[in-house]
């Protein structure tokens, strides 16, 4: 279940994403941002900024957008310094959440992810309460139209992945967070779509889900967090059947 959930999440997330677009080029221009502050603004030289730049064409994401995004990084367009930062929580019945952000303020990012765990019946956790429970790796999805395995194998082991996963729906690709950009790379030179594509924090356990209540609070905490504006990613260990899933949100 726990591979399968991998793929219904995602599909999850992708409806999420497609029916906020505004929030996924804020999300896209600040990593883009933190790219060309740490490498620098030429996309050559800056192997996550290219990688960042291919996922900002697939979302269709505005040049304009793109160049404002590079250039506040750089330092040729003036704004307020935008930190990542991570925070850590529990959910309804004892899921395990990791919250990316990137903010210009700390204070306020801090306290909007602290007030949404609390209204939504879970709670911010301290550094370390729940990290150990993820693998902090590079991770793709891709579906098995669109890649042979064999072919795929050796691609992504050649760029430095560490493993290549196949199952009824597709393949996926584990790496260390340092090979992530050749791995997408490489997949992008050779014409691969992906379903998926990020540097993740991926559950090394899961936490099973029976009862629809519980699948519907933790829907409600989920989409919380992720409508804030300064959240980029909400990641977390539930394990949830579609038939649990699909009735929570309908109810």
């Known amino acids: 279940m726990a591979g399968h959930n991998k793929w219904s999440k995602v599909k999850r997330i992708k409806a999420v994403v497609d029916a906020r677009k505004g929030k996924a080029f804020s999300r896209i221009a600040k990593e883009i941002t933190l790219a060309a502050r740490s490498g620098g603004g030429d996309r050559d030289m800056n192997p996550r900024l290219r990688t960042l730049l291919l996922k900002a064409r697939e979302a269709n994401m505005p040049a304009d957008n793109v160049d404002r995004a590079i250039k506040k990084g750089t330092g040729e367009l003036e704004g307020q310094q935008i930190e990542e930062?991570?925070?850590?929580?529990?959910?309804p019945g004892g899921i395990?959440?990791?919250?990316?952000?990137?903010?210009?303020?700390k204070n306020r990012a801090a306290s909007d992810v602290r007030s949404s765990f609390a209204r939504n019946g879970g709670n911010l956790a301290g550094s370390g309460a729940v990290m150990f429970q993820f693998q902090h790796c590079g991770h793709f999805l891709v579906a098995k139209e669109n890649a042979d395995e064999d072919t795929l194998v050796e691609l992504a082991l050649e760029a430095g992945a560490d493993d290549v996963k196949s199952s009824d729906e597709g393949f996926e690709i584990l790496s260390p967070v340092t090979a992530y950009d050749r791995v997408s790379a490489a997949l992008e030179a050779k014409g691969i779509k992906t379903e998926s594509s990020e540097i993740a924090y991926l559950p090394t356990s899961t936490v099973p889900v029976t009862d629809v209540a519980t699948a519907r609070n933790f829907f409600k905490l989920q989409a919380a967090l992720e409508e804030l504006d300064d959240v980029q990613a909400v990641f977390s260990n539930?394990?949830?059947?579609?038939?649990?899933?699909?009735q929570a949100h309908a109810g």
Request: aromatic share 8%; glycine share 8%; hydrophobic share 40%.
């Open 85 to 91: 930062m991570t925070y850590e929580g529990y959910g």
């Open 96 to 105: 395990a959440i990791v919250v990316q952000a990137a903010s210009d303020n």
């Open 238 to 246: 539930e394990d949830i059947p579609e038939a649990i899933a699909e």
